[in-house]
C-alpha cells in the first residue's frame, strides 16, 4: 500500500502485480474531529477480494492514530454495494442526501 500526502489530503493506493487496483483519498476534519473518506475505489474484478478491507483498514488506524471521533464517508442512496460494504465494516448509515433526485 502506497501513501502520498498534499496539502493535508493523504492518497493510499493498492497494487497488484505493479497496477493500482485500488485507492482511497483521506483529509481531516478539524472542526468536527472526523476523518473523512473523500474518494474510495476499488476496480470491479479486484472487489470482495481484501483490496476494500485493506485500504478501509488503513483508515481505521489513521483515525485511531489521530483520537478521531468518528470516520465519514458517502455513497450514492442507489450504490446498494457500497453502502452494505460500508455497514459490514461497522458503518452507521447518519443521513440520506435527497437532493437531485426527482419525482416521477
Do not use: P
Not at 477480494?49 to 464517508?73: F, H, N, T, Y
Amino acid at each position: 500500500m502506497g501513501e502520498e500526502s498534499d496539502g493535508g489530503v493523504q492518497v493510499f493506493a493498492v497494487e497488484v502485480d505493479g497496477k493500482v487496483v485500488g485507492w482511497m483519498t483521506l483529509g481531516m476534519g478539524s472542526w468536527n474531529n472526523r476523518l473523512r473518506i473523500h474518494e474510495f475505489l476499488v476496480l470491479e474484478q479486484h472487489r470482495r477480494k481484501g483490496v476494500d478491507e485493506l485500504l478501509l483498514d488503513k483508515a481505521k488506524q489513521i483515525a485511531k492514530e489521530k483520537d478521531c471521533r468518528a470516520i465519514a464517508s458517502g455513497a450514492q442512496t442507489n450504490n446498494f454495494g457500497a453502502i452494505e460494504f460500508y455497514k459490514k465494516q461497522g458503518f452507521k448509515l447518519n443521513g440520506c442526501d435527497m437532493n437531485g433526485l426527482s419525482q416521477r
